[in-house]
């Protein structure tokens, strides 16, 4: 079973690139180059020594005694929390932006919902200093402030959408839209391992490095680099492909993706894709995604706005499909919990995006031997005003 892309950009059934044909130049641009940039000695190099002295890396791989104490398992948490920006999302914007610069690209663009990911690009664009566009919908601005000051203090332009529910979606397509009309001097950053062939399998490779560093520590901590369970939030599925990646191949070790329930799987507030979703075509790809009967995209919900996205990445579909790896999910209340129970056994506040992987614990049943790695993907500064108002700190 092949779970990587094939030459035609697809999954099994999955992935592709639908794209209105103004953008073919485009992203035939990058389809054509992507590998050969990125294999390339002199980029590695570079890639690596950023992700090294600027990023931080390698995150540890920290075997969090308590709560191995508290779930009768070794559990180890992969910390991207501790990333420069306070999160896996660095990577690719790092990566992406080396790419931009071999492509000779003079400008970037990027869509962001929450802020997270617009941050990220901010910052890599200030680092290389290249000219910044970020697109985010008017809702998300109101509600996002500290996330927008951040992307202006970095230099970037952040221009509002204001069609639609201005909202992620609507973000989206405001930057579809410029990329058509500046395809020569700009490269777009999608922040998660969606869009049209190759965006999800060039983002899996810059993720990549979390498992990667993953194995190698894991063997020099219990002396075997393959662990029993590997877990992940998925929101478009990049920290949780990133944790994946190098174990995929591996059939012994069991990946389990974590969705965000909502308030509940048939609530109606929701964001459990594999649970609701139906095969169809969101952002450029053949995916999973959460639909009406005649195919619009339904709004979903989640606490954890990472994790408020109605689809998934295409290679997650095939995962989900193939049952490769197993898609479960978390309720808003219960990962609020299970953010308060890391906090306050191992001193660590996580993303309540993260705190989604680790309530998954509550739900397995170890006999006291297994190696577990969780990723925590974030750290939960952002989150604070969320934990504080559920409980009442
Ligand atoms: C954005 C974000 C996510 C969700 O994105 P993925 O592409 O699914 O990884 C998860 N955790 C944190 C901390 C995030 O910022």
Redesign the pocket.
């Known amino acids: 079973m092949n779970y990587f892309v094939n030459e035609k950009g697809y999954y099994g059934d999955f992935g592709g690139a639908y794209i209105p044909e103004m953008l073919y130049p485009n992203v035939e641009e990058l389809q054509q180059n992507y590998l050969q940039i990125i294999n390339d000695a002199d980029f590695q190099k570079e890639f690596h020594a950023l992700l090294k002295d600027y990023v931080g890396r390698p995150s540890p791989l920290y075997l969090a005694k308590r709560l191995s104490a508290k779930y009768n398992a070794n559990i180890f948490l992969k910390r991207?929390?501790l990333n420069h920006t306070?999160?896996?999302?660095i990577n690719n914007t790092i990566g992406q932006i080396l790419l931009a610069e071999k492509l000779g690209k003079k400008r970037i663009i990027a869509e962001t919902?929450?802020g997270?990911?617009g941050v990220?690009t901010a910052t890599v664009c200030a680092l290389r200093g290249l000219e910044c566009v970020i697109y985010m919908g008017e809702v998300d601005i109101q509600r996002q402030a500290p996330n927008v000051a951040r992307m202006k203090m970095l230099g970037a332009k952040v221009i509002s959408a204001v069609s639609g529910s201005k909202t992620l979606k609507d973000a989206t397509n405001e930057a579809m839209r410029d990329w058509i009309n500046n395809p020569v001097d700009t490269h777009y950053i999608i922040?998660?391992?969606?869009g049209p062939h190759p965006y999800p399998d060039m983002?899996s490779i810059f993720?990549s490095v979390i498992s990667e560093e993953t194995k190698k520590q894991l063997l020099e901590q219990t002396g075997s680099g393959e662990p029993d369970y590997v877990l992940?939030?998925?929101?478009?599925?990049?920290?949780?492909?990133?944790m994946f990646y190098h174990f995929i191949n591996d059939e012994n070790v069991k990946l389990i993706a974590v969705e965000a329930a909502g308030k509940g799987v048939s609530s109606g507030f929701s964001a459990a894709t594999t649970f609701l979703g139906k095969e169809g075509v969101l952002h450029g790809s053949r995916s999973i995604l959460m639909q009406t009967a005649d195919g619009q995209v339904v709004e979903p919900h989640s606490v954890?706005?990472?994790?408020d996205?109605p689809g998934?990445?295409p290679q997650h579909a095939h995962l989900f499909k193939t049952t490769r790896a197993e898609y479960v999910s978390i309720t808003d209340d219960e990962s609020l919990h299970a953010g308060l129970l890391c906090t306050q056994l191992e001193g660590i506040i996580?993303?309540?995006?993260?705190a989604h992987a680790l309530a998954y614990l509550e739900k397995m049943t170890f006999t006291g031997n297994e190696n577990v790695v969780v990723c925590l993907?974030?750290?939960g500064d952002?989150d604070m005003d969320t934990y504080m108002k559920y409980f009442g700190f």
Do not use: W
């Open positions: 991207e929390d306070g999160a896996h999302k919902g929450a997270q990911h990220a922040g998660s391992v969606v983002v993720q992940a939030c998925v929101g478009g599925g990049s920290n949780a492909m990133g954890s706005a990472g994790l996205y998934i990445g996580p993303a309540i995006e993260s993907s974030g750290r952002k």
